[in-house]
């Protein structure tokens, strides 16, 4: 029924948004829906999370992690930070922040319609990143992922960089 997207009625799937999904991710398992369900949003699409997730799910794409501890925060979204919790395990991990900076972050992505506040994070997350040896296409093209998603998670395509 559900990988079938008929599913009207079914709170939470039953837009049509979440019902286009459902086909083309084929959920095998809860965790799967929880996926779709957090995927199927503003964040995750404006932060082109949503095709990299679906490539790497159907073996397409590979899953390609910059370090051991950026791995532990994202395998089980095959690299791809969907939650809220996974962009604060990342600011701590991938550019230093303290858990109470990570939580500051957290808060300033909860209340997305005051943009501005999440700029104050770009310097500390890029310079963070960059003294770990972290990088994206450009640092500032990965802040402007991470401000685009900000209310659900963040894409920042990080990788160790080779020394």
Request: charged content about 25%; cysteine-free.
């Amino acid at each position: 029924m559900i990988r079938h997207a008929d599913t009207i009625g079914v709170f939470q799937i039953e837009s049509r948004a979440q019902m286009s999904m459902l086909p083309r991710l084929k959920p095998k398992d809860f965790y799967d829906l929880v996926i779709e369900i957090a995927i199927v949003r503003p964040g995750p699409i404006q932060g082109d999370m949503v095709h990299p997730y679906l490539r790497r799910r159907d073996g397409i794409e590979p899953v390609e992690y910059p370090s051991d501890a950026v791995k532990s925060v994202l395998e089980r979204t095959l690299g791809v930070p969907i939650f809220q919790e996974q962009v604060m395990q990342l600011a701590v991990v991938a550019a230093g922040f303290t858990p109470g900076k990570a939580d500051q972050l957290r808060r300033s992505m909860a209340s997305w319609r005051r943009n501005g506040d999440i700029e104050r994070f770009r310097e500390p997350l890029i310079d963070g990143m960059l003294e770990r040896h972290y990088t994206g296409n450009s640092p500032n093209a990965s802040t402007a992922r991470f401000s685009a998603s900000a209310n659900t998670a963040f894409r920042n395509r990080i990788r160790r960089a080779s020394r």
